[in-house]
């Protein structure tokens, strides 16, 4: 296997998303407990992952939901 068949992982670590969005592990865990974070599995008793696409997707619907109403 070449260096160019590596690719960025699908799932990133509770860490590694909130590091990659930009927020503390503690808002993101908070957020996760709450209901109102991004999608995320669970492997394992404890290990949460979450995948990278639906990250991405979440990042998206927040940065929707926060536009100012161009009709107001």
């Known amino acids: 296997m ?3 068949d590596v690719s960025a992982p699908i799932c990133l670590s509770t860490d590694d998303a909130a590091r990659k969005i930009g927020i503390s592990s503690a808002t993101l865990r908070r957020l996760t407990h709450e209901g109102s ?3 995320s599995i669970v492997v394992g008793k404890k290990r949460r992952l979450y995948p ?4 991405r997707a979440w990042v ?3 940065k929707q939901r926060s536009a100012p109403d161009e009709h107001a």
């Open 2 to 4: 070449s260096a160019h």
């Open 52 to 55: 990278d696409d639906d990250l």
């Open 37 to 39: 974070g991004p999608p």
């Open 60 to 62: 998206r619907s927040q």
